[in-house]
């Protein structure tokens, strides 16, 4: 009979505790697997974002992230700077605003803008109607908006959208229905050209650009861009993807990473105790058997096989059971989470990696062998005659 | 001619236990020979050492003085692997409260120690079929222990001390747990296997078992009391 | 996003040391004043009294100077806590000035938004109402309108994970408490022989599964209690807030005290009931 076959035999003889102990680890296995998802998830999930766009340079005047510090200014001649490197393969100069839209019953709401270069699209995609029209600066300039946008002002390809203002109101026409790929859920979203988003906002600064998307030529690499830009710009910041998920992990994203982890060590320690607890009380109950079979002439290294085997069994099968359990839960876990206001609807906290199903075996197996650790001592290191002594008093 | 050699020789053992409230000593200048197919009967009050020199002479624990010899070869000069396999190949033993594997039918529980030993699957079939009718419990051969008597669990658990063929079978108290009618069907089944080559020692209060060996010894404060008792020699 | 994004701008760049400004301020008044955050300050290694320079533009185009007349703690924000607070609170005009592209005439009068201070913070919801018809192209929102969405969403999913966690903890009691009664099916077959009613001795398992489910829960929140300011200080020592990530409030003890008893006497009464079912014999048999 192998350790396997015996373990088992030992596990199905005390069924109750096997199912519960079972039970337990699957349930600490799930939270643990959905902690290795959650701890690059939203990394993951945001870097598909961010290459969803088709540019795989951002460039800003300061260190801080696009939108949060000052913009660059004198942008088109900078643009035109730019556009001249062999190296990138276009550049996009973008500009954020949010600007008051009167809704129905004279409410006002809030609509955010990105002013963008009719020449390239990625920061949307089109999805009915027609892309921007070049500002002629006579007439109602063009602008896209988003579907919630749409929905909520009941617009469609043709229809006027009116900015609210203090002041003078500015009238746009609606070219298009778009998706916006780092719109919120419930954000309303409009997109115009860069003389179009003056005239959204005329107290604005003139020639400036919160952001410059720039691509590289396929097969040059992001890396080539990124040096090109700063030796041709050293007053710029340009960032590959890689850099500004990097600074998003140590930063924005670092509570979750750390809540991860601190989820993942007690989820760890959890399954850990449980297992070494139910092994140990099963290795106590039943010295003088574990006695009787080394006086029979079993050896030490049987016994410990036979307990790594049972800790292998409830491990191993509670953590197959929490990988399915893990992507339930994660899935609600993540629609809790995504409800966060002002997050890119197609941004996801937890999100599935063969990484992390490979990390959460390794757990799993580093688990069983330490869990078994100290049970494996106390029947190894068992004095086989004291013990036939003491049971047989007993 | 040579003599043949012993299969477990004792010379002037002692065992000490080292305690909380000093060092017991367990056994005292202790020698004994057990040959070839030899039956002795160990007898003596609680707590006089005789289990302490049964696990002495079956390589369970070793001596703190003298020297045992197993088969002609110093026990303490063994590693506990080498004692473990000399246990599992050349030695049975059966235990006072059995020791059956609970979760275990009868015949797995006479196969496993087969199975330790690296006997082929044929040949352990045929051997546990064997056994368990030797011991007559061919038709409880799939019954688990808690579905067996008191002393068709005995029976179980001597069958189990033969499977892997010992020279030796140490008996610590094997009707103890038993009524005196099935403790004699225990004793006639220890002169089987005695009949049939296997060298005996077992530890006993029963005196009726102990006076089915051939060599009776009794113990006394860790020490053999002389003259040992030779039957029908 | 963008939205969100946007309500954060506010940051202006530090473009010169203290010297080169005293000395583009010696020719003229005395610089206006400004607070510094004691991120800021210490990021920057900058000192009250110290003159710096400010622009909007991040190459120092038409940088002012400003004397650095103290230093503040920004509100903590727990949407943003992960963020450096590197930031500095001047006069309206100051900042006007600072930012307003002088091509357009209208810029040095506008503003992002409006803060009102009511007499009576009750009437904020009908003054909103009333603003609101008067004045369509604003918008006007009370700001004691809810909690912060991102704790609402938070707390939520801190919930979820202690629901979670609930579930393994009982597994893990129940097993325990399978294993006890395990341990006592003897004595539990021997008072059962003895004559004693299932009743009775279930009753004594829900006694004793009460004191343990109590021990433990009171243990629990003392752990909590007694370490919710190391992980308050990590967090706070890790994201340079003042904010509070963990409280041990009565309420949450009494929550979880009332979570933990029902279910420590449930799993010991489960347990016990396992054995108690079975027939007397069978406890008693080896």
Redesign the interface.
């Known amino acids: 009979m192998s350790p396997l076959q015996f373990a088992w035999r030992s596990l199905s003889r005390q069924p109750a505790r096997a199912v519960l102990g079972l039970t337990g680890v699957a349930v600490v296995g799930a939270l643990l697997f959905d902690m290795l998802m959650l701890s690059r998830g939203l990394i993951v999930s945001f870097r598909d974002l961010l290459e969803s766009t088709g540019f795989d340079v951002r460039v800003t005047a300061t260190e801080a992230l696009p939108g949060m510090g000052p913009s660059v200014s004198e942008a088109a001649a900078t643009v035109e700077a730019l556009r001249r490197l062999p190296e990138l393969a276009a550049v996009v100069p973008v500009r954020f605003g949010v600007a008051a839209v009167e809704a129905l019953g004279k409410k006002t709401e809030e609509v955010a803008i990105i002013g963008s270069e009719t020449r390239r699209r990625g920061e949307w995609r089109l999805v009915q109607g027609a892309d921007l029209a070049e500002d002629s600066g006579a007439g109602r300039p063009d602008m896209v908006v988003n579907r919630t946008f749409a929905r909520d002002q009941g617009l469609g390809p043709g229809s006027i959208v009116r900015l609210a203002s203090t002041l003078t109101p500015r009238e746009f026409r609606v070219s298009g229905i778009v998706e916006f790929p780092f719109e919120a859920s419930g954000e309303r979203m409009a997109g115009v050209t860069l003389n179009g988003f003056t005239r959204a906002f005329p107290a604005a600064r003139r020639d400036e650009a919160d952001l410059l998307l720039v691509a590289s030529p396929p097969g040059m690499g992001t890396e080539t861009a990124v040096s090109a830009i700063r030796r041709a710009r050293p007053d710029l910041h340009a960032f590959s993807i890689d850099e500004v998920l990097e600074r998003l992990r140590q930063a924005e994203f670092s509570y979750f990473r750390q809540v991860s982890f601190v989820l993942a060590t007690i989820a760890s320690f959890f399954a850990l105790l449980l297992v070494t607890t139910l092994l140990t009380v099963s290795v106590n109950q039943r010295l003088g058997e574990v006695a009787a079979l080394r006086a029979l002439g079993f050896s030490r290294r049987r016994i410990t096989l036979d307990l790594l085997a049972e800790s292998a069994l409830l491990v191993g099968g509670g953590g197959i059971v929490a990988v399915p359990l893990g992507l339930l839960l994660a899935h609600g876990l993540d629609s809790i989470l995504r409800q966060m206001p002002d997050l890119p609807s197609r941004l996801h906290f937890f999100v599935f990696e063969p990484r992390a199903l490979a990390i959460h075996l390794a757990f799993l197996v580093l688990a069983a062998l330490v869990a078994a650790a100290y049970p494996v001592i106390l029947a190894a290191r068992l004095p086989i005659a004291a013990t036939l002594r003491k049971e047989s008093i007993s | 001619m040579s003599a043949p050699v012993a299969i477990v020789e004792a010379r002037g053992v002692g065992k000490v236990?080292p305690m909380p409230a000093g060092p017991v000593e367990a056994l005292r200048d202790v020698s004994l020979t057990v040959a070839p197919g030899e039956y002795v009967a160990i007898s003596g009050p609680s707590g006089c050492g005789k289990?302490?020199l049964l696990?002495l002479l079956?390589c369970?624990?070793t001596p703190t003085a003298g020297s045992l010899l197993f088969e002609g070869h110093p026990v303490r000069a063994m590693g506990?692997?080498e004692r473990?396999?000399?246990?599992?190949?050349r030695?049975g033993?059966v235990?006072?409260?059995f020791?059956l594997?609970?979760?275990?039918t009868a015949w797995?529980n006479v196969?496993?120690?087969q199975?330790?030993?690296g006997m082929p699957a044929a040949e352990r079939r045929a051997r546990t079929r064997e056994l368990l009718e030797y011991v007559g419990l061919g038709e409880r051969a799939g019954h688990r222990p808690?579905q067996l008597s008191g002393g068709e669990m005995q029976r179980v658990a001597i069958a189990?001390?033969l499977a892997?063929r010992p020279g030796l079978l140490l008996a610590?108290?094997p009707t103890?747990e038993l009524d005196d009618e099935t403790g004699e069907q225990i004793g006639d089944l220890f002169d089987r296997v005695n009949a049939d080559g296997t060298a005996l020692v077992i530890v006993t209060h029963n005196p009726a078992l102990a006076a089915r060996a051939r060599r009776r010894l009794a113990m006394r404060s860790g020490r053999l009391a002389a003259p040992s008792v030779v039957a029908g020699s | 996003m963008i939205a969100s994004l946007r309500r954060l701008f506010l940051v202006l760049a530090l473009v010169a040391s203290a010297r080169a400004a005293g000395a583009a301020a010696g020719a003229s008044d005395p610089p206006p004043d400004i607070l510094v955050s004691r991120g800021l300050m210490r990021e920057r290694g900058l000192s009250v009294g110290q003159i710096v320079m400010l622009s909007a533009d991040a190459r120092g185009a038409g940088a002012r100077p400003f004397r650095i007349a103290g230093v503040y703690e920004p509100t903590p924000d727990p949407s943003r806590f992960t963020a450096k607070r590197l930031e500095a609170r001047m006069h309206l005009p100051d900042l006007l000035g600072l930012t307003a592209d002088p091509g357009e005439a209208g810029a040095v009068d506008a503003v992002g938004a409006i803060n009102i201070g009511l007499k009576d913070p009750a009437d904020a919801g009908a003054f909103a109402r009333e603003l609101a018809a008067r004045a369509p192209a604003v918008s006007v929102v009370p700001t004691a309108a809810g909690g912060d969405e991102h704790f609402v969403i938070i707390e939520r999913f801190h919930m979820a994970i202690s629901v979670v966690t609930m579930i393994g903890s009982t597994a893990f009691l129940l097993a325990l408490m399978v294993i006890r009664a395990d341990e006592r099916r003897e004595i539990a077959g021997l008072l059962r022989l003895l004559g004693l009613r299932r009743r009775r001795i279930l009753l004594q398992a829900l006694l004793e599964g009460l004191c343990i489910a109590t021990a433990g829960a009171v243990f629990g929140v003392m752990f909590a209690a007694a370490t919710q300011g190391a992980v308050n200080a990590f967090f706070q020592w890790r994201y340079d807030t003042t904010l509070v990530f963990v409280r041990v409030t009565p309420a949450i003890a009494a929550r979880c005290v009332a979570l933990a008893l029902p279910l420590g006497v449930m799993a010991g009464l489960l347990a016990s009931w396992t054995l108690l079912r079975r027939p007397v014999l069978d406890l008693l048999r080896r």
């Open positions: 236990y289990s302490t696990h079956g369970v624990d506990e692997e473990s396999r000399i246990r599992l190949r030695i033993f235990f006072q409260r020791y594997l609970p979760m275990l797995e196969e496993l120690v199975s330790e030993a808690s189990r001390a892997n610590d108290e103890g």
